[in-house]
């Protein structure tokens, strides 16, 4: 249970940190000239979005892993590791193939466009955005998380929604006090990078550490 609280925060405070969930919303923050209440309320929203539907995602995927534990609990204890080491494969060699065709969530594309729209219809359409693009990283670990049930489904889906809206407030506030001054390039350009790494790692940890 440990194991699956532990890499909830992990994946979650990664995904949550990716330079493209945050620093649109201050670049818009100071184009359409929001307060700090204003800006933190945009973010709220649409993290909520981005967390509500991969949520809704995992728990299918949770749903279909207990069903598969119940029946087959010797393969499904081997297939989630296996699955975690596959997909965090398969992130780094996107990451040596990509050439600078990166994820994002949503841009900004045309700023003056955007300018001329309402603030509601601005949250709305970044809203939109992204809950039509789910965390798919976390979806992976919902399938071993469901090796210990509903419970595990529970963890993952509370961590990952806590920690992604805590994580997106935090630095969309430090962003705006100018606190935020790091070097993203590197977060930003290697996400599926980071991302497959810890998920490989997760996986050789629950293939060898008995939950």
Known sequence: MWQIFFGSIILSAIHASIPNHWIPLIALS????????????????????????????????????????????????????????????IYLF??????????????????????????????????????????????????????????GIFIVSAVYFIITLISMLALVALGLKGLSKFKSHFLEHHEKMITGIVMILLGLLAYFVEF
Do not use: R
């Not at 040596?96 to 300018?115: I, V």
């Not at 992204?130 to 992976?140: G, K, R």
């Open 30 to 89: 100071k184009s359409q000239k929001w307060t700090e209440k204003e800006t933190l309320f945009a973010t709220f929203i649409t993290g909520m979005a981005h967390t509500i539907s991969t949520i809704i995602i995992g728990i299918i995927v949770g749903v279909i892993g207990i069903k598969l534990t119940e029946n087959y609990s010797l393969i499904t204890n081997i297939a989630a590791p296996i699955i975690l080491l596959s997909i965090g494969i």
């Open 94 to 151: 996107i990451d040596l193939k990509s050439s600078g065709h990166h994820h994002h969530h949503f841009e900004l594309t045309d700023q003056k466009s955007k300018n001329n729209k309402s603030k509601t219809a601005i949250i709305i359409s970044l809203s939109i955005a992204m809950f039509l693009t789910p965390c798919m990283e976390i979806e992976a670990y919902y399938f071993q998380a469901a090796t210990i049930g509903w419970t």
